[in-house]
């Protein structure tokens, strides 16, 4: 069975300080890793896909990597709005038409002005 | 319309109501979920359609009822439902023809069962 695991649950940084989400993954053969943010009351909003381990992506102050086991979110010089809880997801590799994504608990990331 | 967009964005109903969740996406994606999402859990799918036709339902109760009638339209009939199925419903759509498929989501309705 696919498991996703986040640490830590909550982050609170002060304006600036630089820090990295974590993501754990177990999957049978990865297909795919994704992050996602998502704002209080709101969906999900899509951030990254990761398909190999050493693949790196980059969007403004964030940037995701993958390993075989991991995937970190890094965030540089954090801002007020950057507040939000960070989701992480995996899709394995099958065959047919499923292509259910496994999500993580997510992460709430609160940064102070 | 941009996206995906979800009607009603909150929804208050009693446990003997019937009501709808309505979903469409504007994005030409041949995939549409439904998926649940309550307070320290994790998003848990509900049902996937892929060309109109269900290829999943993840052993939901029979008082959640999918319906997909095209493409870009996917409905949930709640019936009898619990309080424990109050929780922020979530619908996605994704591409078919590629190698990973990133969902794409609405807004979500927030459920409240009385």
């Known amino acids: 069975e696919d498991q996703v695991t986040q640490s830590p649950e909550a982050l609170r940084l002060q304006e600036g300080e630089s820090s990295s989400l974590n993501c754990s993954y177990t999957v049978s053969g990865l297909r795919g890793l994704f992050w996602y943010r998502q704002d209080p009351g709101k969906g999900p909003e899509f951030l990254f896909t990761l398909y190999s381990a050493g693949e790196e992506k980059e969007k403004e102050r964030l940037k995701a990597t993958l390993t075989k086991k991991e995937s970190f979110l890094h965030i540089t010089a954090p801002k007020p709005e950057d507040s939000a809880t960070y989701l992480c997801a995996v899709q394995a590799t099958v065959t047919g038409a499923n292509s259910k994504l496994t999500f993580g608990k997510g992460i709430t990331l609160s940064v102070r002005p | 319309e941009t996206g995906v967009t979800q009607t009603p964005r909150h929804l208050v109903m009693g446990m003997t109501n019937k009501k709808s969740l309505k979903c469409e996406q504007h994005?030409?994606?041949?995939?549409m979920y439904w998926y649940k999402q309550s307070a320290k859990k994790p998003l848990e799918l509900m049902f996937v359609y892929n060309f109109k036709e269900q290829t999943e339902n993840n052993s939901v109760p029979s008082r959640f009822s999918p319906e997909c009638p095209n493409s870009s339209h996917l409905f949930l009939h709640l019936h009898t439902l619990q309080p424990e199925d109050s929780a922020l419903y979530l619908c996605?759509?994704?591409?078919?023809?590629?190698?990973?498929?990133?969902?794409?989501f609405g807004p979500g309705t927030r459920l409240t069962v009385t």
């Open positions: 996605a759509s994704s591409p078919f023809d590629r190698d990973a498929y990133e969902q794409y």
């Open positions: 994005l030409g994606h041949n995939a």
